[in-house]
């Protein structure tokens, strides 16, 4: 167990669970958003298998799924998929290495959850650009 | 009546399990798509067409949605376990995400086997 080098837990606790005065760590932050990702992954793959389907269907399906992808809106929406694929992927390496105790102390931990936020938002900003 | 030891019988172990093997699964998947369009973008429709016509390639991309859906499945379920008190509402919700997920594995084989 690490906890013998984490400092004592002598902070008072909060005895309230106001969620306007609770301020979540950055591995919390990233485990709540790994949640939100992961439900919108899961709402969105709709869309996800029939563009797929539209791409391979035929020529013509192929250049509509273009003309649907062009528009600002969908865009928009593929620009959040990407991120929330992307924020799940790097937060469920994190939580993989967790599992096998590494990076697991306090502060290790605190760098990796910044680590996971800062790689999916940069990774989103140059695919993103990329892609579009 | 069945006399089930509550604590410490592995009930969620599986799911635990399939979770994180459906994860490296995935991981692995997105990293050789990521590596095939780097070293070959396909330009236009035949050339799309032409990766997926491949054996290897159906077969990863079914493995990839097959593991997609199963961990879907753990996720979800977790979130309604976590916030939906009443259990028929819960049961409710994981009835139509177990429908949705089982109509996604029938749309991905027909989108794979017409491909």
């Known amino acids: 167990m690490q906890a013998s080098r984490e400092p004592a ?22 485990s709540i958003l790994h949640r939100v990702s992961g439900a919108a992954l899961f709402l969105l793959l709709p869309l996800v298998l029939y563009l797929l389907q539209a791409s391979l269907g035929s020529p013509d399906s192929y250049v ?24 799940h992927f790097c937060a469920g390496i994190r939580f993989l290495a967790l599992d096998l105790h590494w990076g697991i102390a ?16 940069a990774l989103t900003a140059i695919l993103g650009a990329r892609l579009w | 009546m069945v006399k089930r030891i509550v604590v410490g019988a592995h009930y969620g172990l599986m799911s635990f399990l399939a979770q994180r093997i459906t994860a490296v699964a995935m991981a692995l998947y997105t990293l050789l798509i990521v ?14 067409k032409a990766l997926f016509a491949q054996q290897w390639m159906r077969l990863a991309t079914f493995a990839f949605l097959m593991s997609l859906l199963l961990h879907a499945w753990v996720g979800m379920r977790d979130i309604f376990m976590d916030y939906i008190k ?4 819960r049961l409710a919700a994981q009835a139509a995400v177990i429908l949705a997920l089982t109509a996604y594995a029938g749309w991905s084989i027909q989108i794979l086997l017409g491909a």
């Open chain 1, 9 to 30: 837990m002598t902070d008072p606790r909060p005895k309230h669970l106001d969620l306007t005065r609770i301020r979540l760590p950055v591995p919390a932050v990233v």
């Open chain 1, 64 to 87: 509509r799924m273009r003309a649907v992808i062009e528009q600002p809106l969908v865009k928009l929406v593929l620009i959040g998929l990407l991120w929330a694929y992307l924020h």
């Open chain 2, 86 to 89: 009443p259990t028929g509402w």
């Open chain 1, 106 to 121: 306090l502060q290790p931990a605190r760098r990796n959850a910044w680590a996971v936020l800062a790689v999916s938002l």
């Open chain 2, 35 to 48: 590596g095939v369009l780097l070293v070959a973008p396909p330009a236009h429709y035949g050339d799309w």
